[in-house]
C-alpha cells in the first residue's frame, strides 16, 4: 500500500512569510511525528500526534511552529514568521501505535529554504 | 536526557569489503536503540532495533548490531557491502517507558567503492 507522502517536496519562501507542510499518513496509523533535520544532522524531533491530539509538542522550537491533525489522519505543520533560520528538511512518520510495539514509516520529507 | 554519538560522519569502503558503523548513547538506564539508513530522497527505514534480549540484533539486507552496555555502545556490521548500501546511517535511542520517540545521532555517510 501507500507509504507516508509529504507535501510539497520542496518549498521556497521569503523570510517572514507563513508555510504549511502537509503529511499523509499510512492509512490506519494513530500515531504522527514531525521531526526537523537541518543540514549535516540527525532528524531533530518537533511533536507528536496519538488521533486527534497532540500528546508531546516538547521539541517545537518556538510559538512560531504550531501542527494540527483535526481528524486523525492528516496533518499539517505551520510555521509563522519564517526565518531563514527555518530552513531545513522537515519529516513526518506515522505508526500503528506506540513505539514500543510499532515501527515508524517516514515520508520523503519537505525541503524548506527560507531566502 | 538521552543521547547519541555517531563519531565518523563519513566512512568509505570497498564493495565487498566488511563494515562497522559505530555509536555510542548516553542514558542512564536501559535504553531503546535503532539503527536507520536513509538513502537520497528517501525517507529513513528502520533496519533493526533492540529493545531487549539478546544483544546481537538481525535486522534487514544482511546488517547487525550489537548492545554492549559496557561500552555504552550499538555499533552497526554487514559482513559484505554492496554498492547499493551507499546512504546515511543514523543510530538513535529512546527512553524506557514514556513515548519511545528516538533520538538521533549526526549519521554516518557510508560510501561504497567499486
Known amino acids: 500500500g501507500a507509504g507516508v507522502s509529504q507535501t510539497p517536496s520542496n518549498k521556497v519562501t521569503e523570510k517572514g512569510k507563513y508555510v504549511e507542510l502537509r503529511c499523509d499518513p499510512i492509512s490506519g496509523h494513530t500515531a504522527l511525528y514531525w521531526y526537523r533535520q537541518s543540514l549535516g544532522q540527525g532528524p531533530e524531533f518537533l511533536i507528536y500526534f496519538q488521533g486527534t491530539g497532540a500528546a508531546d509538542d516538547s521539541g517545537l522550537p518556538n510559538d512560531r511552529f504550531f501542527a494540527v491533525r483535526p481528524e486523525g489522519s492528516v496533518s499539517t505543520l505551520k510555521i509563522q514568521r519564517t526565518e531563514r533560520g527555518d530552513s531545513a528538511v522537515y519529516l513526518c512518520?506515522?505508526?500503528?501505535?506506540?513505539?514500543?510495539?510499532?515501527?515508524?514509516?517516514f515520508g520523503p520529507g519537505t525541503r524548506l529554504t527560507v531566502l | 536526557a538521552q543521547s547519541v554519538t555517531q563519531p565518523d560522519i563519513h566512512i568509505t569502503v570497498s564493495e565487498g569489503a566488511s563494515l562497522e558503523l559505530r555509536c555510542n548513547y548516553s542514558?542512564?538506564?536501559?535504553?531503546?536503540l535503532f539503527w536507520y539508513v536513509q538513502s537520497p530522497g528517501q525517507g529513513l527505514q528502520l533496519l533493526l532495533k533492540?529493545?531487549?534480549?539478546?544483544?546481537l540484533v538481525q535486522g534487514i539486507k544482511g546488517f547487525e548490531a550489537e548492545f554492549k552496555r559496557s561500552q555504552s555502545s550499538f555499533n552497526l556490521r554487514k559482513p559484505s557491502v554492496h554498492w547499493s548500501d551507499a546512504a546515511e546511517y543514523f543510530c538513535a535511542v529512546a527512553a524506557s517507558g514514556g513515548s519511545y520517540i528516538p533520538t538521533f545521532g549526526r549519521g554516518t555517510s557510508l560510501i561504497v567503492h567499486p
Open positions: 542514558y542512564g538506564a536501559t535504553p531503546y
Open positions: 512518520a506515522s505508526s500503528q501505535g506506540p513505539l514500543s510495539y510499532n515501527e515508524q514509516f
Open positions: 533492540y529493545f531487549s534480549g539478546d544483544t
